[in-house]
Nanobody
């Protein structure tokens, strides 16, 4: 079992930055691919970014490419999402995900989800 706890959300002005963290329980964190999804009010949940077990491969949605960076620290059982140049359309609840199969993270069907953290970007 893996438990995921997100933190770092909040209210920020457009153009600002936030860093989300996702702390994972369990001793096998380094064997899991990790990802971030988000869901805005009235919209479907969408893929944001993912990272493989080693941190050597990352992928991003086109809407965040060049502004967001996903990273991980396996010694701390934590994955991060650095969000720069934030826009009002980035406003959403952000969810951390984990699965031992990377494709399940990418398609939004992982074994584990966090409870979410709210990010609000004001214009």
């Amino acid at each position: 079992q893996v438990q995921l706890v997100e933190s770092g959300g909040g209210l920020v002005q457009a153009g600002g930055s936030l860093r989300l963290s996702c702390a994972a329980s369990g001793r096998t964190f380094s064997s899991y691919a990790m990802g971030w999804f988000r869901q805005a009010p009235g919209k479907e949940r969408e893929f944001v970014a993912d990272i493989d077990w080693s941190g050597g491969r990352t992928a991003y949605a086109d809407s965040v490419k060049g502004r967001f960076t996903i990273s991980r620290n396996n010694a701390k059982n934590t994955v991060y999402l650095q969000m720069n140049s934030l826009k009002p359309e980035d406003t959403a609840v952000y969810y951390c995900t984990a699965d031992q199969l990377p494709f399940r993270v990418r398609v939004g069907n992982p074994d584990y989800w966090g409870q979410g953290t709210q990010v609000t970007v004001s214009s």
